[in-house]
């Protein structure tokens, strides 16, 4: 059972690189999410989808764009990556969040800028 | 906009302690609250509750709800090393599309 796989795992980039992560998940799920954590800030959503084709913002979405094409896949962009962005990135999936349900997440991805 | 708090930001006791974890919050129109573990990697789901004064339990693990006070406790038992860990609140406002988490309590166990 795959779950919810990111991709990469790790990553390093210079000040005004762009790259892209990738989350896939298997479980049919509708609802896909990314968030990011920072120590001490706990998880902060940077953008959503509640299915294929839509996107929502999150929290903390400025600097980032998203793309739901595929349903079992959520993409995050970096256009132009600032030592801001320097944080772990979980992607998350859901059904929908009712009684007994909850977010299945990702191994994360550790992002430096420098 | 919806805020979850918790305390203490950090915690340390040696096994066989009970320890108590604190979450409150302010959301428009409050759904769930949940408890995660985060150990090494991706949080790993706890608890949800919905209902005021209603425990839910499992294991060395409880939590409670109280939804007039607007708060929640997460309680460990005779912990152990492998409770270590950093513990996350979050809740669900009734549109449901998102969960907004607190700061975390980072836990750590000494033998």
């Known amino acids: 059972n795959a779950g919810v796989t990111q991709t990469p795992k790790f990553r390093v980039l210079k000040t005004g690189q762009s790259m892209t992560l990738l989350c896939a998940q298997d479980?049919?799920?509708?609802?896909m999410y990314w968030y990011r954590q920072d120590p001490g800030m706990g998880l902060r959503l940077i953008h959503y989808?509640?299915?294929?084709?839509?996107?929502a913002k999150g929290e903390v979405p400025d600097g980032y764009n998203v793309s739901r094409l595929k349903k079992q896949n959520f993409l995050l962009g970096l256009e132009s990556a600032a030592p801001s962005q320097t944080s772990v990135y979980f992607c998350?999936?859901?059904?929908?969040?009712?009684?007994?349900?909850?977010?299945?997440f990702g191994s994360g991805t550790q992002l430096s800028v420098l | 906009e919806d805020k979850v708090v918790q305390s203490p930001l950090s915690l340390v006791v040696h096994e066989g302690d009970t320890v108590t974890l604190n979450c409150s919050y302010e959301v428009t129109n409050f759904r769930s609250l949940l408890w995660y573990k985060q150990e090494k990697k991706a949080p790993t789901f706890l608890f949800m509750l919905?209902?005021?004064?209603i425990e839910k339990k499992s294991g060395r693990l409880s939590s409670i709800l109280d939804k007039k006070e607007l708060f929640s406790i997460l309680n460990i038992t005779a912990t152990q090393t492998g409770d270590s860990a950093i513990y996350l609140c979050?809740?669900?406002?009734?549109?449901?599309?998102?969960?907004?988490f607190g700061g975390g309590t980072r836990l750590m166990v000494k033998p």
């Open positions: 479980m049919n799920h509708e609802y």
């Open positions: 998350a999936s859901s059904y929908y969040l009712q009684e007994d349900e909850k977010l299945f």
């Open positions: 989808s509640v299915g294929e084709g839509t996107t």
């Open positions: 919905t209902s005021s004064g």
């Open positions: 979050a809740v669900e406002d009734n549109a449901g599309n998102m969960l907004t």
